[in-house]
């Protein structure tokens, strides 16, 4: 099927499928899918500045439905997504404006696929880590609480509601305004620390594509110490503002094939609703540990797709 937006030639059916993993994970994991949606364009020869602007395009629809569904299971905190907003739209400008510039030199291909590698296998390495030594503290707890005869049981769903000590160094800083986070179970936190983490999320859904849940969903949980399953919803809410704006300034510079995210949508907004389901029965590390592998095939399809000149 041809697109003459971008001038491709892409399969009908390799974009439903590749929409419906996308969604199905997006929807578990609280991410756009950009780390896989992303690398798939790529593969298929499209040029990389309309993948980025595709990318996010699609994400937008298939977050909505996955969000939704998060909303209705009470895993988003909404006042926490809407205070992230402005730091969020900033920052995808930032990233989009950045794309532009590369769009006019030769190798903005191989610097944004770089890019993209770089932060994939970095996000991988370091939720890797983490969520092992999560684990391994969980199971502490556990032991001890069995011994103790207790019954062993734990808030967040086995998530134990533990906080990196980053994200409780952060929340010792006093620089107003502060604010406070029911929901998510904080009672002071700065308000320029939640613009950051928008900020910085923006500035990787603008530059790199989709919704930047790899970055930001791990950042809401150990950065801002929220926990797993609220962290997934409350960063579905954000992908859905982050992709949307990116969409448009996108849009503007010439950076979306509207037709493909329209043939993508087809599928991922069936794999949303079924991703998004599947969160209640998993726990907090668990869903962390099963994230790792992601990221990596993402990087993995980026860099065959580099090696191999096409």
């Not at 974009?15 to 609280?30: D, K, S």
């Not at 205070?83 to 920052?91: D, I, K, N, P, R």
């Not at 944004?112 to 983490?130: D, P």
């Amino acid at each position: 099927m041809d697109f003459p937006i971008s001038g491709t030639h892409l399969q009908p059916l390799y974009l439903i499928g590749t929409g419906l993993v996308v969604g199905l994970l997006g929807g578990f994991f609280g991410v756009g899918g950009s780390f896989l949606a992303g690398p798939a364009l790529f593969a298929m020869r499209l040029p990389m500045n309309f993948v980025v602007g595709t990318d996010l395009a699609h994400i937008v629809g298939k977050s909505i439905v996955a969000f939704r569904k998060h909303q209705k299971l009470g895993h988003v905190d909404l006042k926490l997504g809407l205070l992230m907003v402005g730091g969020t739209v900033a920052g995808v400008e930032v990233g989009a404006q950045a794309v532009q510039y590369l769009k006019r030199h030769a190798h903005a291909n191989q610097v944004l696929a770089v890019t993209f590698i770089a932060v994939l296998l970095g996000v991988s390495a370091f939720i890797g880590w983490e969520s092992w030594q999560s684990l391994k503290r969980n199971g502490k707890k556990m032991s001890r609480k069995t011994q103790n005869g207790g019954q062993g049981g734990a808030a967040s769903k086995g998530d134990f509601s533990v906080m990196a000590p980053v994200a409780r160094r952060l929340q010792r800083i006093q620089i107003p305004p502060m604010v406070s986070l029911p929901h998510s179970g904080i009672r002071r936190v700065s308000l320029w620390i939640i613009l950051g983490v928008g900020f910085t999320g923006g500035v990787f859904s603008g530059f790199l594509g989709g919704g930047a849940g790899y970055f930001r969903m791990p950042a809401l949980v150990y950065l801002l110490g929220i926990p797993t399953h609220l962290a997934v919803g409350t960063d579905l809410f954000e992908v859905v503002i982050s992709a949307g704006y990116g969409t448009v300034s996108h849009a503007l510079k010439g950076n979306v094939d509207i037709l493909i995210a329209l043939v993508m949508h087809t599928g991922a907004a069936i794999g949303a609703q079924i991703g998004s389901l599947m969160t209640q029965y998993f726990q907090g590390p668990r869903i962390r540990l099963a994230f790792i592998p992601l990221p990596l095939a993402g990087a993995a399809l980026m860099i065959y797709t580099l090696a191999s000149g096409r």
